[in-house]
């Protein structure tokens, strides 16, 4: 007893302090996992965008303070946006998308700054060259395509990330097949929009080669439901029944389709 | 034979003249750290935040109504967070040197209480003005967030119905994204994490200053140890990568890991705050491992205070 009053209180500490931390080790390991697989934890961010971080939001991140330096950084590439500085933008996303790979919101945002705003920008900005704004046009278009797939990769199940791709290939890209197999994706999707069958078509539609299909697709909407008979579908299948030549005892009546697709009018797509 | 007139009464049983432990001495000092608290005005800080909430509500950024009630949310929780660790670790670095300053130390323990009491004592006094403080910025927070919630909502729904061209599962559609962000009970869980947190942090912070030298020692050795706590286990995956899985690193990584406690585990309120279900086994197994830390960092305060002259 003597003896154990003369070891020095630091040793027993310690043996106890290790003691425990071997006990929660696997515990905790464990648990981690868990967290991790339900979403509750998210998983650290990657090396290059650790690379990219200033010291300041490195600290931060790193001492528990990932939202916050996600929020900073989004409302400085907000101040990019302003200025449009869209390499510094992209910069401030991709750290941002790492920080919080499965926070929709950011691949939604970043998609729309660099495909529309980005590649807008470079249509209108004369102090560059011709060759060159079309140049970057197609570099920022290609780009938020490539931001849009990682986003799925992150979330599988993402319509509004599919839909500001679709967005980019049709405005930007002027892709209807791409547009069409992007809202073929969608209207898969639980979460999907009511005129996602609808796009779908109407895509297909202007995809070349693709006429005959596209008919038949339209033409199994417009028997299947009344609520399809919108103004841009029965376009649609005009179009297509000129195109494909077909008789004129097999063409939707004329008086069909007086009401517009909301979906379509101004080409507004509900985005979150 | 004794005379049973003049004989001193016998000494009551030791046991029940002065019990091992006492929940009611326990407290009478966490009551006592609280009002000694309180008069520290740490409150203030509620004003602070509150403020900061308010700032966060009205910036004005182009974002869907469902992205700014994500980003309020996200700077309202991190912050919480923020505060609750780092009013941990200051609020607890404080009490044992002002005790001691105060020689309030001396007085109590020339009482009949136990160190441990003393030190449990203190420890919940700490968790109570933390469970006050978070309360208290939650119930901000969801003020906050409910106004502008229901703002939006109503803002949305009248564009939505003025426009008359889209359907009620359309309009439905939207209001539900704008919920999903908005103010959720599930929130409350988030606000328990950062307690869990923060009540680690203390613990950890009152075995420090059984030892230190000065309430300074103990306020920067403890946040060194929060935030190498917090980044070890996403440093060591960067430092591995980059010594190509050196021995010295995997061994020096795994000392720390041992010895440190893995703060990052509790970062569970994040997944919450962006929207995740909350998995209620996981949050009893925090709870419990929680209780874990608080029990063991409390016996070793109590070896090193025990012996401790004052």
Known sequence: MAILRRIPRWIPALVLLAAFGLIRQPLEHRLREELATANLLLPPPGQNAMQQMSQSTLLGTLGGLRSLVATYLVIEAFNHFSNKEWDELQRDYAIVTNLEPRDEHHWVTVIWHIGINATANMQNDMRLPEFERKRRYHEYALSAVELAERGIEQLPDSVPIRLQLAEVYREKLRDPCAVARVYGEIMKLPSAPGYAERFYGYFLADCPGEEEQAYAYLMRLYHAEERHHKGTLVTKIRELEEKLGIPPFQRIPAESGEENDSATQGGKILVP | ?310
């Open chain 2, 1 to 310: 034979m004794t005379d049973p007139d003049t004989a001193s009464p016998s000494p009551p049983p030791r046991h029940l003249a002065h019990p091992v432990f006492s929940a009611s001495r326990v407290a009478t000092i966490a009551a006592g750290t609280v009002t000694q608290l309180i008069r520290m005005k740490t409150f203030y800080f509620l004003l602070a935040f509150a403020l900061l909430v308010v700032a966060v509500g009205n910036f004005n950024i182009p974002a869907t109504p469902a992205k700014e009630l994500s980003m309020i949310k996200k700077v309202a929780f991190g912050t919480m967070d923020l505060f609750a660790w780092l009013f941990a670790i200051v609020s607890t670095a404080l009490l044992i040197p002002r005790d001691e300053e105060d020689r309030t130390l001396y007085t109590i323990l020339s009482k009949p209480v136990r160190r441990i009491e003393y030190l449990v004592g203190k420890l919940c006094g700490v968790l109570v003005i933390l469970a006050i403080s978070l309360l208290a910025m939650f119930a901000i927070c969801a003020v906050m967030i409910s106004m502008r919630e229901s703002a939006f909502i109503s803002a949305e729904l009248s564009s939505m119905l003025s426009q008359e061209r889209y359907s009620e599962d359309e309009i439905r559609q939207q209001i539900g994204l704008i919920q999903a962000q908005g103010m959720r009970p599930e929130l409350a869980v988030a606000v328990l994490a950062s307690f869990l947190k923060a009540a680690v942090v203390a613990v950890v912070t009152i075995f420090l200053s059984t030892f230190a030298s000065s309430s300074l020692f103990t306020i920067i050795v403890s946040i060194l140890i929060f935030l190498i706590g917090h980044a070890h286990s996403m440093a060591t995956n960067f430092w591995l990568a980059e010594t190509e899985n050196n021995i010295l690193v995997r061994m020096g990584a795994k000392v720390i890991r041992i010895l440190i406690p893995d703060y990052q585990l509790f970062a569970f309120s994040e997944g919450i705050v962006l929207g995740e279900p909350v998995v209620w086994g996981l949050v009893v197994q925090m709870a419990l491992i929680t209780a874990g830390y608080l029990l063991v960092f409390l016996l070793l305060s109590l070896l090193v205070f025990v012996d401790k002259e004052f």
